[in-house]
């Protein structure tokens, strides 16, 4: 299928989505199913350096809350509609996934994952001590209830979800057209014999720098729009757990050799952990997550996706 006709595709189901959550009327289906696309961009950004590189990025919390910061920032400083900070955000994101890169590409496996979690400490604290974002204490993000769209008044968490519905199919088409092509065939070179690929001349650190800008940028256009969704940030929730440990286990548990893999595990887990958030606690999501991934990593290492392909595999002997 080709790009064009995907990316229609695409916009056809996020249009139905949208209707189809309008037709009930529910605000809470809208909080919790903005959530649920946030952490389908998340997986499918951390995807493309952790699944199609091979390089585990435990930082994913860092680009995150640089997207959140740099919105309120811009609320202080000069306030721009939420497309243009998504843009924005995942500009700046991007630049510090290039630096990042750049510091740390060198390194490999475990000393890799350590840097890059380093990096979300280091940034967590320059945050704490920027008082004119907040600092420690957070800052409020004072969002109207309505929104004019196209002559219509919407609300406002309606408008945050659709733009939110609109970033998950750039995510998902860039990811499927990016698996698709000359760079996702350089991508997993350097995932399966990163050493090989440099003896046969693939520019392994052009590449990766590529992807460690791709993914920083869709993590900090994800999170560019939730200082408006929570209405007040501060840096325990922007750099929480939860956004590092969900971008990991939902591609695992998914699959991360395929763009397809992080859409379904963060809508299996997502939707977990929201229905678990509203019968029983909030506090039970991490353990969700622990015991999903132990259970995946036993059963289906490949994930869902390499489960099925297993099994479609076997059918066809």
């Avoid at 998950?168 to 057209?177: L, P, Y």
């Avoid at 001349?201 to 992807?211: D, Q, S």
């Avoid at 791709?214 to 940030?233: D, H, R, T, V």
């Avoid at 990991?248 to 887990?269: E, K, N, R």
Wanted: contains cysteine; hydrophobic residues 55%; glycine residues 10%.
């Amino acid at each position: 299928m080709r790009s064009r006709v995907f990316l229609v595709l695409c916009l056809i189901v996020a249009a139905a989505v949208f209707l189809i959550a309008r037709w009930f009327n529910n605000d809470y289906l809208f909080f919790a199913g903005y959530t649920v696309l946030q952490f389908i961009v998340l997986a499918t950004a951390w995807n493309i350096l952790g699944g199609y590189c091979g390089y585990v990025n435990f930082g994913s919390a860092a680009f995150f809350a640089l997207g959140a910061y740099t919105s309120v920032f811009f609320h202080k400083a000069y306030q721009l509609p939420i497309p243009a900070l998504i843009v924005i955000g995942g500009i700046v994101a991007g630049v510090v996934g290039f630096g990042m890169g750049y510091l740390t590409l060198r390194l490999r496996g475990a000393f890799f994952a350590i840097a890059t979690l380093a990096l979300a400490v280091v940034l967590q604290t320059l945050i704490i001590n920027w008082q004119y974002v907040g600092g420690s204490r957070g800052a409020y993000v004072i969002r109207p209830n309505t929104i004019d769209v196209l002559g219509t008044a919407v609300p406002y968490v309606q408008y945050l979800f659709l733009l939110m519905l609109l970033l998950c199919v750039v995510a998902i088409a860039s990811a499927r057209m990016i698996e698709r092509s000359r760079l996702g065939f350089g991508f997993a070179t350097i995932r399966d014999d990163e050493l090989a690929a440099e003896a046969s001349g693939v520019p392994t650190l052009r590449l990766k720098l590529i992807a460690t800008t791709l993914s920083g940028a869709l993590m900090g256009m994800a999170g560019a729009p939730f200082p408006y969704y929570i209405g007040y940030l501060e840096p325990a929730s922007a750099f929480g757990l939860a956004y590092t440990v969900n971008s990991i286990a939902m591609p695992m548990i998914g699959g991360t050799g395929s763009w397809i893999g992080p859409l379904v595990g963060a809508l299996l887990l997502g939707t977990i952990q929201q229905v678990a958030t509203v019968t029983i606690s909030s506090a039970v999501n991490l353990l969700i997550v622990g015991v999903l991934l132990v259970a995946f990593v036993i059963i289906a290492p490949n994930g869902l996706v390499g489960l099925v392909q297993q099994h479609l595999r076997r059918k066809e002997r």
